[in-house]
């Protein structure tokens, strides 16, 4: 049976990998993030970025969206992997401990500074866990 801190950092991957999921939903499904003006979708299709004209804002859009969904996914499949299945690589890996330390850091600030309440709320609960989890083990 997985310990307390085991259950908390894989809950903690678990939320992320669910708003990863969702994300990667609502960029191929659906009009969530489309933009409400449909005259910007319409020169975002026809309009291409400084870096290359072989691609449309609209095309990048979608594929920043894809890929960032990847690396939620990612992230929450590899954490969770290791605090249910490998916790003693995790736990004894001042790296991987401090890298989804960083990562979630840096999504609840990107959260804050960027996103709309969901994705936020999500992280920050996901950041809260993840901490507890490392509380738990530690105490």
């Known amino acids: ?37 449909l005259a910007l979708m319409a ?19 979608v594929g920043f969206n894809a890929s960032h969904s990847f690396g939620a996914m990612l992230f929450g499949l590899v954490y969770g992997y290791l605090a249910l299945a490998q916790p003693a690589v995790l736990f004894s890996s001042w790296f991987l401990l401090a890298v989804g330390l960083a990562l979630l850091g840096g999504c609840v600030f990107l959260g804050w500074r960027y996103w709309f309440s969901t994705p936020f709320r999500g ?7 993840y901490v507890a989890g490392l509380i738990a083990h530690w105490a």
């Open 123 to 129: 992280i920050v609960l996901s950041a809260i866990l």
């Open 1 to 37: 049976m997985p310990s307390l801190p085991s259950i908390l950092v894989a809950a903690g991957a678990f939320v992320i990998l669910g708003l990863g999921c969702a994300h990667l939903l609502f960029t191929f499904r659906g009009n969530k993030f489309h933009p409400r003006d």
């Open 43 to 61: 020169r975002m299709q026809e309009v291409s970025p400084v870096i290359s004209r072989k691609m449309s804002m609209w095309n990048a859009w």
